[in-house]
């Protein structure tokens, strides 16, 4: 968060200003637009840096017949996985129930069995969420339109 440190020393006298009901409805806004940011750059397939994800692993020859049409983490970016809420101290953007460990696994980079009976595999580090220059110019405009 200290990248964000600079950002919000200029407006903490401008939220010091709000009601506390104001502050909230301002911060589900910014996460309303955040979670719609992140929707969009995971169906890009992009880190919040820019550069693209580590590609799917190629599956066994012998393997199932077909191959996954899919792109990665479809389901994942969806409203009813990725939610935004907003309270008068924060806005928050987080993967929820059962998908935020497949999330975790993706975002770190970290060992996990695909399936009950395989063994571990390593997955390459995927961010899913994180802040990019886009993200802070729309907390910045959101900011201004809701407090002009």
Request: charged fraction near 30%.
């Amino acid at each position: 968060m200290n990248e964000l440190k600079p950002f919000d020393d200029k407006l903490a006298g401008l939220l010091a200003s709000l009601s506390p009901a104001g502050r909230r409805k301002m911060a589900a806004e910014i996460a309303k637009k955040l979670r719609a940011s992140q929707q969009q750059r995971i169906k890009q397939q992009k880190a919040p840096d820019g550069t693209p994800y580590a590609k799917r692993k190629r599956q066994p020859v012998r393997g199932k017949k077909g191959r996954v049409k899919r792109e990665m983490f479809a389901k994942l970016r969806t409203a009813r996985y990725l939610k935004a809420n907003g309270s008068p101290d924060a806005a928050v953007v987080e993967f929820v129930g059962r998908v935020q460990r497949i999330a975790r696994i993706h975002q770190e980079g970290l060992r996990d069995k695909p399936n009950r009976h395989s063994k571990p595999v390593q997955y390459e580090t995927r961010p899913l969420l994180g802040f990019s220059t886009d993200d802070r110019q729309i907390i910045e405009s959101t900011i201004l339109f809701l407090m002009s």
